[in-house]
């Protein structure tokens, strides 16, 4: 059984856009801080943008200015927009959703990939 699934991943060429989507299917999502990781092969996995179940965010160097994670509590959603995307930035997405303090749960998704190249 699948708790969160990312969608939206694919090839996408320098310069531009693509929106990638975490449905959860846990309940209290609301409570969640959400996270969106990515690995690329014989690399380490990074964090590349954060949401608070507050609506904080946080993104590394990498990804500022760039990148926009979001949230759709109705929805039971995670977004990450990826705008003029670069070819380091091909790899595998991954979503974590995470409430230790009072659920103590800590789901990921299987990942979906981004290519970026001409």
């Known amino acids: 059984q699948v708790q969160v699934m990312e969608s939206g991943g694919g090839l996408v060429q320098p310069g531009g856009s693509l929106r990638l989507s975490c449905a959860a299917s846990?309940?209290?999502?609301?409570?969640?801080?959400l996270r969106w990781y990515r690995q690329a092969p014989g690399k380490e996995r990074e964090l590349v943008a954060a949401?608070?179940?507050?609506?904080?965010?946080y993104y590394p160097d990498s990804a500022k200015g760039r990148f926009t994670i979001s949230r759709d509590n109705a929805k039971n959603t995670v977004y990450l927009q990826m705008n003029t995307v670069r070819p380091e930035d091909t790899a595998v997405y991954y979503c974590?959703?995470?409430?230790?303090?009072?659920?103590?749960?800590?789901?990921w998704g299987q990942g979906t990939q981004v290519t970026v190249s001409s």
């Open positions: 846990f309940g209290s999502f609301s409570m969640y801080n």
């Open positions: 949401i608070t179940r507050g609506g904080n965010t």
């Open positions: 974590n959703a995470v409430e230790l303090a009072t659920l103590h749960q800590d789901y």
